[in-house]
């Protein structure tokens, strides 16, 4: 055994060679099979909604459809507004300030993914503990900034990309 | 294992046989040594491979006039139900098949769990049940939202955000399983790829299953290593079959009786109703079978945590073989660990059955305890019950308590109580 030194010779570089450009070659055929399962180009297609928001009488909301999600667009009234400030960022589970979840000049509208972010239902308008909404599959409670004040769910109901194409019209994505 | 090596009686049939072997793994199959003292727990397996059976064949027709689409889905199944000639009875057999699948599945289960059947030499047995059983979960959830009604559109998103609970790249992986950015027409789509598929896959573990007992043989309600063949067993056909038989005859007449007399009553009605991607059901459930799993899902107040003690609850019967630290299979002769057996059946029907209710008051209540339960009933009943318990004298064979009934009266008696 001593006399023969080990050393690397051409059929370890061969071998290893091998199985390298093998290796390669598997990964190369799995990213697509993979990646086929990814929206597709046709779903991507869909990633901008336009809105209509001149009928919505203060206090009211509409829920529009963007990406298969539903999107819950209120027009809250000052005293909700005011609601909504006077919250102590100490008794969030997921503190942000109501002024973070809003457009600057635009606080009345709050524009958000209407998901429950616990397991993905459409929570229920002026429904729960904190004015705002209630998630009934698994009881999660919202406020009226859509940020989450008891219950399973992790984190605030999210914001979506969305910007004020005029006074009437919002575009989500 | 027959010990004489089985020669076809005609020319042809030994021409084939010497190149296939086909005819030996028939005999081997009928002459197959069983303990003789199986009892009716022990026909399930034959059940569950007529369950698999069914639903292979009712799934395939049902194929034939499905549409796998978002806007088709719902209508195609109302048109199996109306329009196909014997839709109604194909597709009431498959959904209430599932249920039935589940039922046998269950007891089967259970079974092994009385009996100590996931004892070693059977951990590998044991194992590729579990296998099968999570893919007949996956099979089964998949088949539920192929109707694509509100249950199948709202269940098929909790269970597919159960996944965005994983750090980091949790959003990735639902919405690469979605293929979308909600469940959507191609989520429909490659389910129902999915769902063809997975009964083929069930089918070859079921072979394995199946191969894997036939290396050691039968546990048996006594739990004791047995020669085989010996005066403890029996050959498969004609003394199991036939048991086997009978028993599946019975389980049919009740299968019928869920077809034929009440084919929605374990369904729910809200899924009657078509996918409304704006609107969830006041109050989603998932189907019986998994609500003990819903339950604890829902016990924990954290969306992390409740997803992995639901996906705990499962695997930690994998490692099951390794927590029982008795000598002793059977629970025939275990006094402590049998009453722990029975506390464990009732409380996961009651996990089930608060599963179903709202998750809310007394009844998540229920659910914490349970769940606390079901995991101590693992990782501290099994082990530290194993060690201490003083378990009772158990037979040197299957023939010994029966046929000198006198030395041991109590314990044929008890034996034959538990059959």
Redesign the interface.
Known sequence: MSKEEKKVNRRDFLFTASYTIGAVGVGAVIWPMIDQMNPDKAQQALATTEVDISNIEPGKSITVLWRGKPIFIKKRTSEEIAEARAVKLDDLPDPQKDEDRVKDGKDEWLVMLGVCTHLGCVPLKDKGDFNGWFCPCHGSHYDVSGRIRKGPAPTNMEIPKFEFVDSNTIKIG | MSEHEYVPKSKAAKWFNDRLPLLTLGAHLTDYPTPKNLNYWWTFGGILTFCLITQIVTGIVLAMHYVAHADLAFASVEHIMRDVNYGWLIRYIHSNGASMFFLAVYIHIFRSLFYGSYKSPREVIWIIGLMIYLLMMAAAFMGYVLPWGQMSF?GA??I???F?AIPLVGDSIT??????????N?TLN?FFSLHYLIPFLILGLVVLHIWALHVPGNNNPVGIDIKKPSKDTVPFHPYITIKDAFALLVFMIIFAGFVFFTPNVLGHSDNYIPAN????????VPEWYLLPFYAIL?S?????G?VILMFGAIFILFVLPWLDTSKVRSAVFRPIYRQFYWIFVFNVLMLGYVGAM???GIYLVLARVGTIYYFAHFIIVMPVVGLLEKTDPVPMSISEPVLTGGAEPSLARKINDKV
């Open positions: 709202w998103t909790v597919t955000n159960l965005s919405t690469w399983l979605w293929g979308a950015y909600s469940v959507d191609p490659r991607p704006l609107v969830t059901p006041a109050h989603i829902r924990v107040p954290d969306k992390l409740g709202p998750a809310e």
